[in-house]
């Protein structure tokens, strides 16, 4: 059975920072892109970042500079380094797991920016 668990998330003020963790089990880790998204309230989910299988990263614009994305294949799991943190960060973080038409989501973990 396939797990996707989001960790990390909580509330911090303007200019602080999180680290949220996706820990996945049940599949074959180091094959899959991993993808973080967020989706605030009344709006669509959005791509945060994604690290490939090879490494390479990517970052939507809103981020770019701030969030720093990583994977440790050992121990099957991606993290999100979210420094210099806005309120309009704030959201329901994601993360999903892709390889080919092969997709899996986890259930989210709350980040609020708030003084």
């Known amino acids: 059975q396939v797990h996707l668990v989001e960790s990390g998330g909580g509330l911090v003020q303007p200019g602080g920072s999180l680290r949220l963790s996706c820990a996945a089990s049940g599949i074959s880790f180091s094959a899959y892109t991993i993808t973080w998204y967020r989706q605030a309230p009344g709006k669509q989910r959005d791509l945060v970042a994604s690290?490939?299988?090879?490494?390479?990263?990517n970052y939507a614009d809103s981020v770019k500079g701030r969030f720093t994305i990583s994977r440790d294949n050992a121990k099957h799991t991606v993290y999100l380094q979210m420094n210099s943190l806005k309120p309009e960060d704030t959201a329901v973080y994601y993360c999903?797991?892709?390889?080919?038409?092969?997709?899996?989501w986890g259930q989210g973990t709350q980040v609020t920016v708030s003084s």
């Open positions: 999903k797991s892709t390889w080919g038409r092969i997709l899996y």
């Open positions: 690290v490939e299988t090879t490494g390479i990263t």
